[in-house]
């Protein structure tokens, strides 16, 4: 038994070998595919299959099943976001003062450090966006919904917290894109570009966080309002959702062609 628990430790101990790195990167995309798998059931089926219900089936589904999938849905990410800074407390490989990469500043400079900051920026903006605008919404949702099943009266701001938290949904949906593509990239792809200098560097981050800031503004109202006009557009209809988003990638491909 004892030689059985040495041998299970040792591949954690092993020289070259990080153990813990892998664990907590299993772990973090089994949390992450929990938490884009609920994003993708609430965007492209359940938004649609709710506004076919009438009123009263549609509250029931809200209280029975739509608070269960958020449950698991922003835990989910939650965990993600914990075991992403878990690996990147352990990860060594590129720490050039052999330190973890969160404290190495030379790692952000390479390929890869480039690529999974890109790709953080917008999963912790998509993090943001679920437990700072969809949860607290959708917590509205829910209780209208139970105050009406149980002979309440309906609240007048339900639709608008609704719509608020769509809005944040369908943004994190044409992100997600994105943010896969720099977290598989950053170990299968991203490292084989050469180091951009400063300026290169700078100008891509410059050009990122437009985007970045331009569509985060936008699902939130402070452009465009929250209608469903103008830049709204793509918000509209799932499948402008998944079409913006892999426009996005094409547009964040270019510029790492262009600037490294
Ligand atoms: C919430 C904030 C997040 C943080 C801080 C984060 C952080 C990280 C880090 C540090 C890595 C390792 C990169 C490397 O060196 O290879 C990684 C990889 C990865 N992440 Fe994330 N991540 C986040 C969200 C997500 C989400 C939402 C998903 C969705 C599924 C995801 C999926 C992945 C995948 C598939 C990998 C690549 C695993 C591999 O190639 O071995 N991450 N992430």
Redesign the pocket.
Known sequence: MEALATDILIIFKREGLNGWEFLF?WL??LA??T??GLLYYFNFVQVRSFAELDAGARNQAVDKLASRALWWFRWA?MA??AF??L??AV?KESGTDGGS?LTSGDYWKTP?GVA?AT??LL??T??ANVWLVIWPNQKKVIANARNVLAGGEADPDAAAAGRRAGLASRQNTIF?FA??FF??G???FFGNFTTADSGNRAIYWLITLIIWLVFELNCLGVIGGTGPQGTNWFYEDHKRAIGTGFVLVVVWYLLWVIFF
Do not use: C, E, Y
């Open positions: 990167r973090h995309v992450g595919i938490w884009i990410a993600t976001l992403g800074i690996i990147l990860q990469q890869s999974i790709g953080i999963a912790v998509m993090f997600s943010m896969l977290m598989v950053t170990a299968h």
